[in-house]
């Protein structure tokens, strides 16, 4: 059994605007490994977006707070907040929401993440639903920091 890739004592603070007025806040929890997205992700994600309506562009999150407690400012920040059909629901856990970082040689890393017990292999599993079956996803919205 693969150990959790989080650190709970570390939690990064996400706000976003949910309209009416109304923000939300979603507590992330650091990931202690290296953990990249596939070098193609932006180019599927954004492609996925095309084709299918239930993925969504947003420009909502209003602030980033890091466990140290320090505003994180910049657009090589992005959050996905997923979720998806029952089925696979119950295969990933329902905490689909991540914080990722866009280095400087252009890949995607994760930096925080709402499950608990998340491990590399329920993320890399997400990540191929959300990827290849976008059939067993009910919302998902790709969103950066507003400016």
């Given at each position: 059994m ?12 996400v ?7 109304k923000e939300v ?8 490994r ?6 193609d992700?932006a ?21 980033i ?6 505003d994180?400012?910049?657009k090589?920040?992005f ?5 998806l059909?029952?089925?696979a629901?119950g295969?990933?856990g ?6 990722f970082?866009?280095m ?5 890393r994760?930096i925080a ?26 919302n ?7 400016q």
């Amino acid at each position: 059994m693969s150990k959790a890739i989080v650190d709970t004592d570390h939690a990064w603070t996400v706000l976003m605007d949910v309209g009416a007025k109304k923000e939300v806040e979603l507590p992330l929890f650091q990931v202690t490994r290296d953990v990249f997205l596939e070098a193609d992700f932006a180019d599927k994600i954004k492609q996925l977006m095309l084709e299918n309506t239930h993925y969504l562009p947003g420009n909502n999150v209003t602030s980033i707070e890091s466990p140290e407690h320090r505003d994180i400012l910049g657009k090589a920040l992005f959050v996905i907040v997923c979720f998806l059909k029952d089925y696979a629901e119950g295969m990933t856990g329902s905490l689909n929401h991540f914080l990722f970082g866009e280095m400087r040689d252009h890949r995607y890393r994760l930096i925080a993440a709402a499950d608990r017990e998340l491990t590399s292999e329920r993320f890399k599993f997400f990540m191929r639903v959300i990827t290849r079956k976008p059939e067993l996803v009910k919302n998902l919205v790709l969103t950066h920091q507003t400016q």
